[in-house]
């Protein structure tokens, strides 16, 4: 149910009895051992294992975002925020221009967050328009899950190490929990403070633990799509 496998006519035909549409929010950026592009495959199949159940269609998915403070991180791609927030907006723009009015936003990245509040001025000027955005790290299912467990939620730690985000096995050692005062690092800086990308806790824990928590953000996604 991805855009990329239909022609504009199939586009059209769905639109006269559904007009919901998700749309991927990720990022390509350093995620120690796992893959550049973990911050788009886990809502990606998200949205796959929901669009299974619904037939709900998946527009291509943004796998650029705002992450200026892993520049110095080879293979990460970062825009500058406003060019996000624009490009964001011109993509619920033009899904909205022709019918869908019901748009799912499956956010992957926690610097994407600022196209949140700017979406808000969308939705006061386009007629019908209904948005929700769901990021699935701070979902309720997410949060829980981790204190269920004591584990700490961090990025590019156990919490975003699926089988479908890992490159190579990561080590077994817990790492210290990355510690920010309140200054504004830099790239470089940024690089010295966190080391080889995760930000603290566990590396990995059993595959059997994150398909449970798939499952439990997956139930979320569907009742979210449900519009209610």
């Not at 969308?122 to 948005?131: A, C, D, R, S």
């Not at 990995?204 to 569907?222: G, H």
């Amino acid at each position: 149910m991805h855009f990329e496998d239909q022609n504009w006519q199939q586009i059209e035909a769905y639109l006269q009895h559904d007009d919901r549409v998700m749309l991927v929010l990720g990022a390509c950026e350093q995620h120690s051992t796992l893959s550049l592009l973990t911050d788009s495959k886990v809502p990606l199949a998200l949205a796959d294992a929901a669009a299974k159940k619904t037939k709900v269609l998946i527009a291509p998915p943004l796998h650029f975002g705002v992450s200026p403070y892993f520049l110095s991180y080879p293979g990460t791609i970062s825009l500058r925020m406003q060019t996000y927030i624009n490009v964001v907006e011109d993509i619920v723009r033009s899904l909205h221009g022709y019918g869908f009015t019901r748009i799912l936003i499956l956010n992957g990245h926690g610097g994407n967050t600022a196209a949140k509040t700017s979406l808000v001025e969308l939705v006061n000027q386009l007629p019908g328009l209904q948005l929700r955005w769901y990021a699935w790290w701070l979902s309720p299912a997410a949060v829980q899950f981790a204190q269920q467990h004591q584990r700490i939620n961090a990025h590019a730690n156990w919490s975003e190490n699926f089988p479908f985000t890992r490159i190579e096995n990561a080590s077994k050692q817990d790492k210290p929990p990355v510690v920010y005062g309140p200054d504004i690092l830099g790239k470089d800086l940024t690089r010295q403070d966190v080391g080889d990308g995760s930000y603290g806790g566990a590396y990995q824990v059993p595959d059997e633990l994150m398909q449970t928590l798939f499952d439990l953000c997956l139930t979320e996604v569907l009742t979210l799509l449900n519009f209610d």
